[in-house]
């Protein structure tokens, strides 16, 4: 029988990460397990628990029930993923759907439940104990069967179930193990066991055990025992000793010391870890949960490993010339060499302040009292050059010169024993060697927020300077290949030739803070605020072309809180490679290496899902919501429950019909559930979709959807919309209507107008004018006879009256005239009589007539008149044309005029124009045909001549003969 086990406080290869009580945690768990949906449900004394990763939820029954404990004594996960709850009395419950509700009474067991275990034919297995004794409770197809002592249960106490994974069913009582093999209608005893209280366990290769006080015992296969250390089982927990087989191990739960982990092969210690746990299990991405009084711990796998460094760590990693040499590290408590995995002193100091190599293997060790060198293999005494003051960063460079920066600015070099001012050169914050200068050596000095510096044979050049200084204050300069790393508060910079190329914080947040950069064979490894980044070499190199594209990366030790350091204010080089490629930092939880061998890569994409949609106070589950019509504010929560790394989980969503493109929000430190909010959405049917990755960046592509309808107010309706546009297009036409009706009795009015002016000038001429003058005649006509024969005047009297009487002839027909010309005209006969006046008898010309024609008004008609023999003017002045043709088309409103030829054609200046320099015709047909209220169009027509276009509108011109 093994000794006691040692205590430690981890798990090899993983992480321990704790909830207790003033975390929101729920205290004295009794059983753990996982659904389908990536939830993990705890069993505690004070009722049901989900937790997805970062906070948890008690969980309330639909229905109170007074006679039923709130202590959950088991808990197991059904084929169809339902989650069966065992109490400690009041019988079962179950969750499914959203809904915590009790068995049916029908069904209902009796008693506390001791232990539930799931078939994958989708059977529950139910050990309970009540005023009927023991009893087995199998569920099957909405039926149940009942076993006890009066079938085949032996009449002892059930410890524990356990149905493996061939379906087969493993029943653990007080002294006998029975087995109930797939199909079989009754067990066979398998064992007899030696202790009480033992719990079932199967291995990775299916093998059954169980466990008891005295170890592991093999039921199936080769007959095997484990043994584990003799410790007390902690009273009060009802599955003893559960055990569970992970990394080679076997963890045991329920003893008094925490829990206890036994090598399989019995090699390697018995550890025993400070955790009181009352039941241990797996998830689905490979974490151990424990859980027991003192809350809930999770064991994530991890590649960090932390050697026992005595002390804190003071400075960064100190590393000469020679890739064999082992990194140097000072702590409060003296140096130490890291090489090969394992931690050895090399110097036992306090007060160290500073530390550097040297590319022979030399070590300056710096402290408060005074200096060492290591040369060789011995050390020597350096006294400080002020008693009080100390050094605060050290070079040594490639010639071997050690250099000092004392009181925070002063430059000093080491000559022989004594160390020297160097007062030519500048003061600096802290210096480094550049590793590659000549015979006189060389190191780079940073003057905060000012410059950084290469000195060498006293020869100071600055290589980058005040405002162009990217990152931030400067904490880092190291030369790795040919490069100059600069590292700062907020970022990473490299020399390039000439050139400085700064990667920024700014646009890559997980650079803040860098204290350290280092190169392995494959990798390049840096420590910042974020944590431990590791970034592909060939990556690396493209981010330093590509500064501000995305670099792939991949973040350590985040979830264990492993951070750069925040108090460096000198020189850090926080990361480095050890011989063996190994990467080593020193961080704010001390030193921790990676070990490249273990994979903690999570392959498993996490379960996506959305927790329930907010509108208008109500919260919908499922996959389809309809909201009420006004609704404008609608909120999705989203989850990916992935439980090894839940903060750094990342999401991608869009609202199909709103989002053009996915929305990432990005890591914001509560990766577990994620808030979408959408407002001023119109009536309609959406789709929401969110896919999610693990911390390792695995994704979910399929992810989860919701549809959502939104309903209409009637005034949202297309119908609405319909009646709304018929309505406005009515209101239109109807404006129009109106529009052209004021138009055209404006139009109408203005000829009516001009109409009644010449009525009236020949009302004048005919009342007054004429009628005077002829009265005049009359006088002179009685003069004239009063008049004797002979009289020398008669003559030309009767030549004067005979004169008047041609002048009231005159005014008679420019009366009748203007009478005539206020009444409807006919266009056709008007065009008739102009059109061979101006063409004469060479031209040809024929007229036609489309429809039936209408009177128009007088001036209508002479308007239209003067713009036809405007065209008629201009075909025979310029046109050379053989023929004309007039084309008076009634069928149309507006009325059209057509005039076109066949000669020559407008040039396309003119056409272009609309006139010729020097010649207003064209432009005064326009005017005209404007002042009617329509248009004037003119032409070319093919193969050739032009065509001159009048329409004017039908209700303007026209007057119907009882206008009259």
């Known amino acids: 029988m093994p000794g006691r086990a040692e205590i ?5 290869g993983r992480e321990a990460h704790h909830w207790r009580a003033d975390t929101g945690a729920s205290t004295d768990i009794r059983a753990i397990a996982q659904t389908p949906d990536g939830y993990l449900w705890l069993g505690t004394a004070s009722g049901l628990y989900r937790f997805d990763g970062i906070s948890f939820e008690h969980i309330v029954p639909s229905t109170y029930n007074r006679r039923q404990s709130s202590l959950i004594t088991a808990l197991a996960v059904a084929a169809d993923g339902a989650l069966w709850v065992g109490h400690d009395f009041g019988g079962l419950s179950v969750w499914r759907n959203g809904r915590l509700t009790d068995l049916p009474p029908e069904i209902q067991s009796k008693g506390a439940v001791m232990a539930i275990a799931t078939a994958p034919n989708g059977d529950v297995w139910v050990a309970c104990l009540g005023s009927m004794g023991q009893q087995l409770r199998q569920y099957s197809r909405g039926q149940v069967h009942v076993h ?89 927990v009802f599955q003893h000793g559960q055990a569970l087989f992970s990394d080679g191990r076997v963890l045991f739960a329920g003893y008094r010391d925490g829990l206890m982990a036994v090598p399989v092969q019995r090699a390697g210690p018995v550890m025993h870890i400070p955790e009181r746990a009352a039941t241990v299990m797996r998830d689905r991405e490979g974490t151990i949960w424990t859980g027991g009084p003192d809350g809930l711990t999770r064991f994530g796998r991890t590649v960090l490993v932390r050697p026992a460094l005595p002390g804190t760590p003071i400075t960064g990693f100190a590393l000469g010339g020679n890739p064999t040499m082992p990194l140097a590290v000072a702590t409060d408590s003296g140096v130490f060499a890291i090489g090969k995995g394992e931690v050895r002193p090399i110097l036992t100091v306090p007060g160290i302040t500073a530390l550097c190599a040297g590319q022979s293997g030399e070590v300056l060790v710096e402290t408060e009292k005074g200096d060492r060198l290591l040369r060789g293999a011995n050390w020597q005494s350096i006294a400080k050059p002020f008693p009080l003051i100390s050094a605060n960063a050290c ?103 000439n050139r400085i190329i700064a990667i920024e914080a700014r646009n890559h947040p997980w650079l803040t803070g860098l204290t350290g950069v280092t190169l392995g064979p494959s990798d390049a490894w840096l420590i910042t605020s974020a944590g431990i980044v590791r970034i592909s070499r060939p990556d690396f190199e493209a981010a330093f072309r590509h500064p501000h594209q995305p670099i792939p990366h991949r973040l350590l030790g985040a979830a264990q809180n492993v951070h750069a350091r925040s108090s460096v204010y000198w020189s850090a080089n926080d990361a480095e490679v050890d011989a063996a490629g190994q990467p080593w930092f020193v961080t704010d939880q001390g030193l921790v290496g990676v070990d490249l061998a273990a ?115 009637y005034w949202q309706t297309w119908w609405f919309a319909g009646v709304l546009a018929i309505a406005a297009s009515g209101a239109l036409v109807a404006v129009f209507n109106w529009r052209a009706r004021v138009t055209s009795a404006a139009l109408r009015q203005r000829l009516a107008d001009r109409m009644a002016v010449r009525e009236h000038i020949a009302r004048e001429l005919h009342d007054t004018l004429l009628q005077g003058f002829y009265g005049l005649t009359l006088r002179f006509q009685s003069i004239k006879e009063r008049l ?58 024929t007229l036609t007539v489309k429809g039936v024609p209408a009177p128009l008004w007088a001036e209508a008609a002479h308007e239209i008149g003067r713009i036809v023999r405007e065209a008629l003017c201009n075909i025979v002045r310029h046109a050379r044309a053989g023929h004309v043709g007039i084309t008076i088309d009634f069928t149309r409103d507006p009325i059209q005029i057509d005039i076109a030829d066949d000669g020559t054609g407008l040039p396309d200046p003119v056409r272009r124009s609309g006139s010729a320099e020097g010649h207003y015709g064209l432009i005064g047909m326009r005017e005209r045909a404007k002042g009617l209220g329509g248009s004037l169009e003119i032409s070319n027509v093919a193969p050739h001549g032009t065509r001159v276009r009048l329409s004017v509108p039908r209700q303007i011109v026209h007057r119907a003969l009882d206008d009259g």
């Open 8 to 12: 430690t406080p981890e798990l090899p």
């Open 148 to 236: 006890d002592t009066n079938d085949w249960l032996k009449p002892e106490s059930i410890d524990h179930l356990l149905v493996a994974h061939d379906g087969s069913l493993w029943i653990s009582q007080a002294v006998s193990v029975l087995h109930v093999p797939n199909g079989a209608a009754r067990p066979e005893v398998v064992a007899t066991k030696p202790v009480f209280t033992s719990s079932l366990v199967e291995d990775d290769h299916g093998q059954v055990w169980f466990a008891g006080r005295d170890g592991l015992h093999s039921l199936t296969g080769r007959p095997a025992r484990i043994p584990i250390p003799d410790t007390p089982l902690r009273p009060g």
């Open 395 to 497: 070079a040594i460079g490639r010639d071997g010169r050690a250099w000092s920066v004392i009181g925070n600015a002063a430059l000093y070099q080491l000559n022989g024993s004594r160390w020297q001012a160097q007062a030519d050169l500048p003061p600096s914050q802290f210096i480094v060697s550049d590793q590659v200068s000549g015979a006189q050596g060389g190191i780079y000095a940073n003057e905060p927020l000012h410059a950084v510096l290469h000195i060498a044979d006293h020869k100071v050049v600055p290589i980058w300077q005040g405002d162009d200084i990217a990152v931030g204050f400067v904490r880092l300069i190291k030369v790795i290949g040919g490069h100059t790393y600069i590292g700062g508060q907020m970022g990473l910079a490299r020399t390039e030739g």
């Open 599 to 713: 994979n903690a890569v999570n392959p498993m994409p996490p379960p996506v899902l959305i927790r329930g949609l907010q509108a208008g106070g109500v919260t919908y589950i499922g996959s389809r919501a309809e909201l009420p019509a006004g609704t404008n504010r609608i909120a999705f929560e989203f989850a990916a429950l992935s439980l090894t790394d839940p903060l750094h989980n990342r999401y991608r969503y869009r609202l199909e019909g709103v989002d053009g493109d996915w929305v990432e929000p990005g890591i914001t430190g509560d990766g577990a559930r994620q808030e979408a909010t959408y407002t001023q959405l119109r009536p309609g049917t959406y789709r929401f979709h969110v896919i999610a990755a693990n911390g390792d960046g695995v994704w979910n592509q399929t992810g989860a959807t919701m549809a959502v309808t939104i309903a209409a107010y």
């Open 788 to 845: 004797p024969q002979g009289h020398s005047t008669i003559a030309d009297m009767e030549k004067a009256l005979d004169r008047a009487d041609d002048v009231l002839l005159e005014g008679r027909e420019r009366v009748r005239m203007l009478r005539q010309e206020s009444g409807p005209l006919d266009l056709v006969a008007h065009v008739s009589d102009l059109t061979p006046v101006i063409l004469g008898d060479d031209l040809p010309w």
